[in-house]
């Protein structure tokens, strides 16, 4: 994972939802689901290559609460509880303006900005956790990995150039490490 880009998504997200009362932690934590494996299914990579898991209300970043903790020790971001409708939530509220520099690319952040609008805008936290209560979540034990390409499985039926686009993937990854 890279770890300074995945903070920045972190606070990007946060700093994006303006109203804090519509983003508590259920919402960050899929908004950036959501937005990885966008990426990961229309670029063939995720945004941070963050590792994922299997949490009670969906998948979630392994990496969450210390990212959170560090942005809150930094004065960041403002992390408040609060309640909704008698439920305890968290609400992040933006202290600066996220420094994106170069580490995003515009089609990044167009997929983390339309995800943000719908997860923030046309869910609630219960809504979006159903939806991402799907067969892959299904399949795995609380606390596993939740690797980008089981996103793949949602698509449908595996071809024969959906192998071999995965065979060459993990070619790369092995070159690579």
């Known amino acids: 994972m890279n770890r300074e880009k995945f903070k920045t998504?972190?606070?990007y997200v946060c700093s994006k939802?303006?109203?804090?009362?519509?983003?508590?932690?259920?919402?960050?934590?899929?908004?950036?689901?959501?937005?990885?494996?966008l990426s990961f299914l229309n670029f063939g990579k995720s945004?941070?290559?963050?590792?994922?898991v299997k949490r009670q209300f969906g998948p979630a970043p392994a990496?969450?609460?210390?990212?959170?903790?560090e942005l809150e020790s930094e004065k960041t971001l403002l992390i408040r509880d609060a309640s909704f409708?008698?439920?305890?939530?968290?609400?992040?509220?933006?202290?600066?303006?996220?420094v994106l520099g170069d580490s995003f690319t515009r089609e990044e952040i167009s997929i983390v900005d339309l995800v943000i609008g719908e997860v923030c805008n046309e869910?609630?936290?219960k809504s979006i956790s159903k939806i991402s209560h799907d067969a892959i979540w299904e399949m795995a034990e609380?606390?596993?990995?939740?690797?980008?390409?089981?996103?793949?499985?949602e698509q449908g039926e595996?071809?024969?150039e959906d192998v071999a686009w995965a065979d060459t993937k993990i070619a790369e990854l092995q070159k690579a490490a």
């Open 17 to 37: 939802c303006e109203d804090p009362s519509l983003l508590g932690s259920t919402k960050l934590n899929k908004i950036l689901w959501y937005s990885e494996a």
């Open 85 to 98: 409708y008698g439920f305890p939530k968290k609400e992040f509220i933006s202290l600066k303006a996220p």
């Open 9 to 11: 998504l972190v606070h």
């Open 142 to 153: 609380i606390g596993e990995d939740l690797p980008f390409y089981t996103v793949l499985a």
């Open 158 to 160: 595996i071809t024969e």
């Open 123 to 125: 869910h609630t936290a």
């Open 63 to 69: 990496a969450i609460l210390p990212i959170l903790s």
């Open 47 to 52: 945004i941070t290559d963050a590792r994922f």
